[in-house]
């Protein structure tokens, strides 16, 4: 009994004070050692390429979630999971598929992942999302960037899933349905969104012959294109895109075959430049999907994918030959708006939507800045072209990473209780 009386005499007589602090401080050190040990990562210090400007998205209709998925770094895995697909899948159009095509880092491409500086966007796992979105059409609808898109997440779920019906519902250009799901995807080609086509002088005259038009392309404003007209009452959730079209003086001539506007059937006068006519058809499809959108359907909105010609456009020698993404300062010398170089495309065209999409009820799915990094990863010359396609993307490759983008934020999003 004295001796365990003398054990708690001494326990007692420790003083508290030092042993709090005491305490305290190993806290510290060990939190700031494994601070010190995650900035040191050599993945990150050594092999990440970052983008150091705000994102475009608009609050009133950002994406839900508290990070911005936008603002991050590439990061070059030397031991990559496996891929998501690889060149076999037939859907790929053959100038994109750079493995098939022997582009000397085509299989490089699968290992860089995209890495948010606040978050993580991880590889969407293709047999949960069909078994989530079961009894579940969606389409994409847009130009063939957004078929590229389209293409790669085809590709994903063919990998995990190979019972496959291959129909074009809603006047879709091509779609498929994974028959144990019941899921459709579908994609809707339109380059302008309105509906378009070759405009000539009527011998009678009338106004624009009257202003020395002779021959151009009409294009009414206020009406979609055929192609995709029915796929908001058909599909559950829609991806649309638009804006390369816009800015091809290749396509649409400003002084040989220009763009010439309509509104309710009559030209718009006096007449406007494209990018007048781009705020107007944007605001009229968007009022015109928001009316026949299917009861509880999601609707995105995906900014405008970067081009990387170097040294001239497509048609003028342009080249994209690097073999890693850039660095911010190389990334700013191609597509600032103040250089008012070959690529500023992406960055215009953006502040179009942001405009029109304001409010909206969209979702935007903000991908250029990401994109805007990867110099090295487009077709290039063995795109099978007489040019360099440094436009769209390999697959696999970027646009794997916008669908793990498009996955995080729908499964964000309330959908089908």
Request: proline share 6%; with cysteine.
């Amino acid at each position: 009994m004295a001796a365990r009386d003398d054990h708690h005499n001494h326990v007692k007589k420790i003083p508290l004070f030092p042993l709090l602090s005491l305490l305290c401080f190993a806290s510290i050190f060990l939190v700031l050692s494994l601070s010190r040990k995650t900035s040191s990562n050599p993945l990150i210090s050594h092999q990440s390429f970052q983008f150091g400007e705000n994102p475009v998205t608009d609050p009133n209709v950002a994406l839900s979630g508290t990070c911005d998925y936008s603002d991050g770094v590439w990061i070059y895995d030397h031991e990559p999971r496996p891929a998501r697909y690889d060149g076999s899948c037939k859907e790929i159009f053959k100038g994109w598929n750079c493995i098939s095509n022997n582009k000397s880092n085509g299989w490089e491409l699968t290992k860089w992942r995209w890495k948010p500086r606040l978050c993580d966007l991880p590889l969407f796992d293709p047999v949960y999302f069909l078994d989530k979105y079961r009894n579940t059409n969606i389409g994409f609808v847009g130009d063939s960037l957004n078929r590229n898109m389209f293409v790669s997440l085809f590709c994903t779920l063919k990998r995990v899933s190979s019972e496959v019906k291959k129909w074009r519902p809603a006047g879709a250009d091509r779609g498929f349905t994974f028959l144990n799901y019941n899921l459709t995807i579908a994609y809707h080609r339109t380059n302008l969104l309105a509906s378009y086509g070759r405009w000539s002088a009527n011998a009678n005259g009338g106004m624009l012959e009257s202003l020395g038009f002779k021959e151009g392309f009409r294009v009414d404003v206020d009406v979609p294109e055929g192609t995709w007209a029915g796929a908001p009452a058909f599909h559950d959730i829609l991806i649309f895109n638009t804006g390369h079209w816009w800015w091809a003086p290749s396509k649409f001539d400003p002084v040989k075959s220009p763009m010439l506007f309509f509104k309710k059937g009559h030209p718009v006068i006096p007449p406007i430049p494209p990018d007048v006519g781009l705020d107007m058809v944007l605001k009229h499809m968007v009022l015109f999907i928001e009316k026949n959108l299917r009861p509880g359907a999601i609707k995105f909105f995906r900014t405008q994918s970067p081009r990387h010609f170097e040294g001239g456009d497509w048609n003028q020698g342009g080249t994209c030959q690097r073999l890693q993404p850039l660095s911010p300062e190389q990334v700013e010398g191609l597509f600032s708006l103040k250089n008012n170089g070959t690529n500023v495309e992406a960055r215009l065209v953006n502040r179009h939507l942001m405009k029109a999409l304001k409010r909206s009820g969209f979702h935007i799915l903000d991908i250029t800045h990401m994109s805007e990094i990867r110099a090295d990863a487009h077709p290039s010359t063995s795109g099978g072209k007489k040019h360099d396609d440094c436009m769209h993307w390999c697959l696999p490759g970027v646009t794997d990473t916008w669908n793990d983008l498009f996955v995080k934020h729908l499964n964000n999003i309330k959908f089908r209780d």
